[in-house]
């Protein structure tokens, strides 16, 4: 036999193979959804930490910056799903503090992908169709007047919904969350006449919730992290003391449906005891 027929060959069998593969993994997927679907208990606040963007790239030979731009693009992907499935509140963690230690033309690149991402979700149909109500969390203030510009008008144009909430926590830290919160409170009494003293007698965790970047909805009840590690790094930590935790080996570009079905039907495997 010669070299042409054979290379036809395997190429034909490299073919078959992944396409039954993509219809086994496409079968699972669409019993990962019925069984999701059909248990019925969904998280009411969702958190993602979207980690790994530069991993990615480097493992694909790819520029750290193509790691992000296709992160923002599985952000995208991710909210579809999450609005076919119902999920009430999401809050999606695209940029830390920390994070302003890296390097100037990596943070640029961030910065204008969140630019653009703002300006596409602020005419996005899938946005208004679905009445999703967009805030940007976290501190801003350092941020280029376009970034801003941005931001502003997507909050803007979704402020009055009453649909989905979606939070983009940017420039976010959990630390620096809370110190905002009670220097929130502080400034509320201070200026009620109150003394310090009298905050200090009174003072409860209820009073430092009430001044949360995301105080008007549900605290997390279910937060996913890719890229295999295992931590908070700082999200949401007032909120997060009674969270589910699911942690997902695969890079957020890699992020597929069927490991965010699995990480929910983990979720509603679980029993919540809040300390009981």
């Not at 997507?154 to 402020?159: D, F, V």
């Not at 919730?209 to 996913?224: E, K, Q, R, T, V």
């Not at 890699?254 to 029993?271: C, I, K, S, T």
């Amino acid at each position: 036999m010669s070299g042409k027929p054979v290379h036809t060959a395997l190429r034909t069998l490299q073919r078959t193979r992944s396409a039954v593969r993509g219809a086994l993994l496409w079968g699972y997927e669409q019993r990962l959804v019925r069984d999701v679907r059909g248990h019925g208990k969904m998280p009411q606040h969702l958190g993602l930490i979207l980690d790994g963007n530069r991993r990615f790239a480097r493992a694909a030979g790819m520029q750290r910056e193509m790691g992000h731009s296709f992160g923002a693009e599985k952000a995208h992907e991710v909210l579809q799903w999450c609005l076919e499935l119902g999920i009430p509140a999401v809050t999606i963690w695209v940029l830390s503090t920390d994070n302003s230690s890296r390097d100037p033309g990596e943070l640029a690149h961030i910065l204008k992908l969140l630019e653009q991402e703002a300006r596409n979700l602020a005419t996005d149909p899938r946005i208004h169709a679905n009445h999703v109500r967009v805030r940007a969390i976290g501190q801003h203030e350092k941020f280029p007047p376009n970034v801003l510009a941005a931001l502003n008008e997507l909050e803007q144009k979704t402020a009055h919904y009453t649909g989905m909430r979606l939070n983009i926590a940017v420039g976010y830290g959990g630390r620096e969350e809370i110190v905002d919160a009670v220097k929130a409170h502080l400034n509320a009494q201070a200026s009620s006449g109150r003394t310090l003293a009298d905050v200090i007698a009174t003072l409860k965790p209820e009073d430092v919730s009430a001044h949360l970047y995301s105080a008007d909805i549900p605290d997390p009840d279910f937060i996913i992290r890719t890229s295999g590690e295992i931590r908070l790094s700082g999200f949401m930590l007032w909120q997060s003391v009674y969270s589910e935790y699911y942690f997902c080996d695969v890079y957020w570009p890699g992020f597929r449906r069927v490991d965010f079905l699995r990480a929910l039907r983990e979720f509603q495997g679980r029993e919540r005891r809040f300390g009981r």
